[in-house]
Every structure is written in structure tokens, then in C-alpha cells.
């Protein structure tokens, strides 16, 4: 059987993505710790799919942040605890629940909105409007080949 060969410059793109994952990672928890905050990176990624997209089931959240439906109950459990997301039963499937934010969980996005401002203006920091279009671009492509 042949060996699948990659190039020097796939391997580089792909260890580039990973990096960049992790240092998005990395800085948004040093800033929820310099900001007080007390909230994980996890349950803010659930807070985060929330105020982009609203209610939403918990399949569809841990689809969004790539955890598994289990993993993400004790992310919920710790939400629902600080009053920060409540779930209610779907009128269409019992056994489904929907997840929403309380009025404490809309308002708290403005907590965040400094350290969202630094994370994009660290992102984007001596880079071109530009290029990083064309890397969204480049990105989004890969993606779709990848399906």
C-alpha cells in the first residue's frame, strides 16, 4: 500500500491551526482569571453559542462547541447554578431539553465584552483586513473539502 505523503506546507498549515487554537484557548483564560470572572473557557463557549444563536437544544450546543452531549450536562448543571442558562422541555420531543440564557445570562455578555475586544484586537494585530479575509477564506474551503 502506497504512504500517503503530505508537504512541508500542509503540515505547517495544520500545526498552525492547532497552535492557534490553543493560544485562543490560552488567552481567553488568562483573561477571564485577570477579569475575575468565575466561569471555565467551557462553560463560556456554551455562553458564547448562546448569545450568537439563541435557544438551542443540547445536541446542537455541544455540536457547536465539539463536546459530547454528556460532557456538556455539567457545563449546564454549572450554568443553571450561577442562573445563567435555564432548560425547559421541547413542545415537540419530551425527552429533549432547550437551553436558554436567563436575563442574568443575556446581561453577563457585557462582562465579556472587554476581553472580547482584546481578543480581537490581538487576532488581528499587524495583520492586514485583508489577509485575514483571505486566510477565512482559504479556512472555509478547507472545511468544505473536509466534509
Do not use: C
Not at 58 to 78: C, E, F, G, M, Y
Not at 97 to 123: C, H
Request: glycine share 4%.
Amino acid at each position: 500500500m502506497d504512504k500517503v505523503k503530505s508537504s512541508p506546507e500542509i503540515k505547517t498549515l495544520i500545526d498552525s491551526i492547532l497552535n492557534v487554537r490553543l493560544g485562543m484557548k490560552q488567552f481567553i483564560q488568562r483573561k477571564i482569571r485577570e477579569h475575575g470572572i468565575d466561569l471555565t473557557y467551557e462553560m463560556l463557549q456554551v455562553l458564547a453559542v448562546l448569545w450568537r444563536k439563541g435557544k438551542m437544544n443540547q445536541q446542537d450546543i455541544a455540536d457547536n462547541i465539539q463536546k459530547n452531549k454528556a460532557s456538556l450536562t455539567s457545563l449546564l448543571d454549572n450554568l443553571e447554578k450561577r442562573g445563567l442558562a435555564v432548560r425547559s422541555e421541547d413542545p415537540s420531543d419530551r425527552r429533549n431539553k432547550i437551553i436558554s440564557l436567563t436575563s442574568k445570562g443575556v446581561a453577563y455578555q457585557q462582562r465579556f465584552q472587554p476581553i472580547f475586544n482584546e481578543f480581537y484586537e490581538a487576532l488581528s494585530k499587524d495583520i492586514p483586513k485583508e489577509k485575514i479575509a483571505d486566510v477565512g477564506t482559504v479556512l472555509a474551503h478547507i472545511y468544505k473539502n473536509l466534509l
